[in-house]
């Protein structure tokens, strides 16, 4: 009854963020939150951009990280070793999608989920194993459930996080107009259709205003099936089918995805990012076989224990750092600028 309760609540939320998010995001009031003035220019001043980018992209990692935090817990993994594995993994990964996107694109103002993705596919079996044999992480649970309570954390967070990109105007889908006719027929009525200048897809492909493949919709919707999918699993004691089908369908998603994409994604017919998760997808399977192979406990799931433990005013002030952290790493905007200026209203005084 709980787990029914916990699946459908989340659900719910994702229905109706989404549903918004789909309607609203595109146009332009929502791509800057905010203005910041840090330098006067004659009459007026110079502002930093903070945006609705950085908003979605931190709270879809938040999400994220405490739905993983709740998954670990009703397990009995300790909070201890949860963070221990939250700390060391999300910069990493962080950095890297910086990185990738210099490596890849050659831009230096950007983000690449799918390069932090596998660089976190990589990392997350072997880190979990050297914290094991290391003494600082619980050597009595199942690596393969903390693989699984990964992967369901990133899907959901690959999900949430799209809204951002609809924000921003960027990983934008083709115009229907290119399409073929049964695509065009398809979404004819559910299409995106970006408005103001300062969007990734206006001052990249000048695409503002026309209709387009609602592409980070649908990858909103796949990678939250894939996460309630794999939550459901987790929640019976399947872990290792929980971590294939959430780490399979999102990272074959995204592989597909990208044909379906107009921005630029390196001058390959097959990107680099579309290698990546297909060699991902292909490495989750090995790792599951190995892992389940060497080792997989039968571990009750108690998910009101999990809920119970997001309460703890640490675990509170922890996803609060979180967001504020990857607010500023994301949401400060390198690519736009602003002027400001700022008067008296001589009738209220």
Not at 87 to 96: K, R, S, Y
Not at 144 to 160: K, N, Q, R
Not at 233 to 254: K, P
Request: glycine share 8%; charged share 15%; with cysteine.
């Amino acid at each position: 009854m709980y787990e029914i309760g916990f699946l459908s609540t989340i659900t719910v939320f994702l229905i109706v963020i989404s549903w918004w998010g789909f309607s609203h995001l595109p146009r332009e009031q929502w791509q800057f939150m905010a203005s910041v003035p840090v330098m006067k220019t004659g009459d007026a001043w110079k502002g930093v951009n903070l945006t609705w980018y950085g908003f979605f992209f931190a709270t879809s990692t938040v999400f994220a990280v405490g739905l993983l935090y709740c998954l670990l817990r009703a397990v009995s993994l300790s909070a201890s070793s949860i963070m221990l594995l939250v700390g060391f993994m999300l910069p990493v990964c962080m950095l890297a999608s910086r990185l990738i996107t210099i490596l890849v694109e050659g831009k230096l103002h950007g983000f690449t989920v799918g390069g932090a993705t596998f660089v976190g596919i990589l990392m997350a079996p072997w880190t979990i194993m050297v914290l094991r044999w290391s003494g600082f992480f619980d050597k009595m649970i199942d690596p393969v459930a903390v693989l699984a309570a990964l992967s369901i954390a990133y899907a959901f967070g690959e999900g949430l996080g799209r809204l951002a990109c609809i924000s921003f105007g960027c990983c934008f889908g083709r115009p229907l107009a290119e399409c073929r006719p049964w695509i065009r027929k398809f979404f004819n009525r559910f299409h995106f259709v970006f408005t103001g200048t300062t969007k990734k897809i206006a001052y990249t492909k000048g695409l503002d205003s026309i209709h387009v493949l609602p592409v980070q919709a649908l990858t909103v919707i796949v990678c939250s099936m894939a996460g309630l999918a794999g939550t459901g699993l987790f929640l019976l004691g399947r872990f290792l089918t929980a971590f294939l089908v959430s780490m399979i369908i999102t990272q074959l998603w995204r592989a597909y995805s990208e044909t379906l994409r107009a921005d630029y994604r390196g001058d390959k017919k097959i990107s680099a990012y579309q290698k990546m998760s297909v060699v991902g997808a292909a490495y989750a399977v090995g790792m599951a076989m190995i892992m389940g192979a060497v080792e997989s406990r039968k571990l009750q799931v108690n998910i009101m224990a999990g809920i119970a433990s997001l309460w703890d005013p640490f675990v509170i002030l922890a996803l609060q750092i979180i967001w504020v952290a990857i607010f500023f790493f994301t949401g400060r905007s390198t690519v736009t600028g602003a002027f400001l200026s700022f008067y008296v209203l001589e009738d209220r005084v």
